[in-house]
């Protein structure tokens, strides 16, 4: 809202805010709810009574809802328009689409949890609970946020619909068969093709480092992502021999598989460590002067980050936004191999295995860094080989696209200070496959997280802070009054 906002848009707002402060306690009610029940989509647990949880949730907030099968688990899809119902709607109305997903990360080791994983439990203004940040609460405020707009007379001329999907956390393939048409057509869902804006509130807020009490700590802060970081997941084995052998019988002229593991995956490295030297591995790298000026002006905390840590120091000497946002990764995710149980054991190991994952940039393309990195791994040795597990694109949005603008000011107005502004999340989620809808190509993608910045999600103990939850709503809320007068 600008500062020579007619007064009756001001009263709107106090009414609008009041709605919410009045309504808080029946959506956190709600929001503990969908906590509790378990959907946990990699194993299948309780996902199809969560979705139709998640149905009768965004149908008691006023949205038209309801689930679309898939051949994995099903989606959730629901709209409101302000005046659904009456033929003269306008079809040419303002239209946010917006994405979340309803199952979460299994819990882990019970043990670690100080509460169970699926009894959200309030501690030090937060509720902790798998799936709190990510991402329950998150898609929750927008429908919340429509629920104040209606009881509070003032939902503006904007369509808005919902999709939340149930496989985000085990590769969306529900998503993208839906976007695909159901069964490989290529033409755009009807429900969704006329989006004018895709909004993803999920992931954590960027942190600042602030004073406190003489030491630095880090705080989140609001934050507006034009796209996000690409995923490849990948598992390589090396088998050498057919079986076990002993080392001193066999060990020098008989390869370990564990050794040449160890040394293929040195080889995609360069001398300094960090750089990745694997032929065509950086094609397609697309990082614009105007993303470089958003992480030259993301605050450097890299100094709190460490001590935070307790780290000894940084993989690369590089700034760390630039090193984090513009250059892809490749990570070593976990080894397996050899005699791992207590004491020695004197073994030739035949088998060995490496889980990676890789976390692209802009516009490199997952499947042709796969065929590198197996081309790569294939010169190295015949006894490798490298199989793919999981693919999210990256994708991007222009950072001067308009739209981006009322998200700003809807985030400034709620938080009462300016978003820093990031090229892309370091994260990697499945919004790319919306611009593989011939409708929404073009349509801008923009993350808007409302999550703390330490909500640790994947963790034991995940938290959503409720004043980000609160705001959250407040949030969706202005978002969606100030597409009105676009």
Same mark, same amino acid.
């Given at each position: ?6 007064? %009756? ?52 907030? %006023? ?44 819990? &882990? ?24 940040? !990510? ?68 992931? *954590? ?46 060990? &020098? ?129 015949? !006894? ?38 990031? *090229?892309?999340? &370091? ?32 963790? *034991?103990?995940?938290?959503? !802070? ?21």
């Amino acid at each position: 809202m600008t500062e020579d906002a007619p007064a %009756g848009a001001n009263q709107r707002d106090d009414t609008l805010a009041t709605t919410i402060d009045d309504r808080l306690d029946d959506y956190r009610e709600a929001l503990f709810e969908v906590l509790s029940q378990p959907s946990i989509s990699t194993t299948g647990k309780g996902m199809d009574a969560a979705g139709d949880l998640v149905v009768d949730t965004l149908s008691d907030q %006023g949205l038209d809802a309801r689930r679309i099968a898939t051949d994995r688990h099903p989606l959730v899809y629901a709209e409101r328009g302000p005046a659904d119902g009456d033929e003269s709607t306008d079809d040419n109305l303002p239209t946010v689409l917006f994405y979340g997903h309803y199952d979460v990360q299994p819990p &882990g080791d019970e043990d670690e949890w100080d509460s169970p994983a699926f009894e959200p439990t309030v501690r030090d203004g937060a509720v902790y609970a798998r799936g709190a940040g !990510d991402n329950k609460g998150q898609f929750l405020a927008h429908a919340f946020a429509v629920d104040a707009l209606l009881a509070a007379d003032a939902f503006p001329d904007v369509r808005v619909k919902l999709l939340v999907e149930g496989g985000e956390e085990s590769g969306s393939a529900g998503l993208r068969e839906y976007l695909r048409g159901g069964r490989g057509e290529r033409g755009a869902p009807t429900e969704i093709a006329d989006a004018d804006l895709v909004y993803v509130a999920d992931g *954590p807020q960027h942190a600042v480092v602030t004073e406190r009490d003489g030491e630095r700590v880090r705080e989140g802060t609001p934050t507006l992502i034009y796209g996000n970081r690409g995923i490849l997941s990948a598992e390589l084995e090396c088998r050498t021999a057919n079986t076990d052998l002993h080392s001193g019988n066999f060990g &020098g002229p008989v390869p370990a598989a564990t050794n040449e593991l160890v040394a293929a995956l040195d080889s995609v490295r360069g001398e300094d460590g960090d750089e990745i030297v694997v032929d065509g591995f950086h094609d397609g790298t697309n990082v614009t002067d105007a993303d470089r000026e958003l992480v030259a002006a993301i605050p450097d905390d890299s100094a709190a980050i460490a001590e935070e840590l307790a780290l000894s120091g940084f993989a690369s000497d590089d700034p760390y936004y630039e090193r984090l946002l513009t250059r892809p990764t490749l990570t070593i995710n976990g080894l397996s191999g050899g005699y791992q149980a207590e004491g020695m054991k004197t073994v030739l190991p035949a088998t060995a295995s490496a889980k990676i994952d890789c976390r692209l940039v802009p516009d490199q393309d997952p499947d042709a860094v796969f065929e590198a990195l197996r081309d790569h791994f294939a010169a190295v040795s015949p !006894d490798l080989e490298l199989t793919k597990r999981s693919t999210f694109p990256p994708m991007k949005t222009p950072v001067d696209t308009p739209l981006a603008e009322p998200v700003a000011g809807a985030l400034e107005a709620v938080w009462g200070t300016e978003p820093v502004e990031l *090229p892309v999340l &370091g994260g990697s989620l499945p919004a790319a496959h919306f611009r593989e809808v011939p409708s929404l190509a073009d349509v801008p993608v923009l993350v808007v997280p409302y999550a703390n910045h330490d909500q640790g999600n994947h963790s *034991p103990n995940e938290h959503l !802070d409720l004043r980000c939850f609160e705001n959250g709503i407040r949030t969706s809320a202005r978002v969606i009054r100030a597409l009105a007068s676009r």
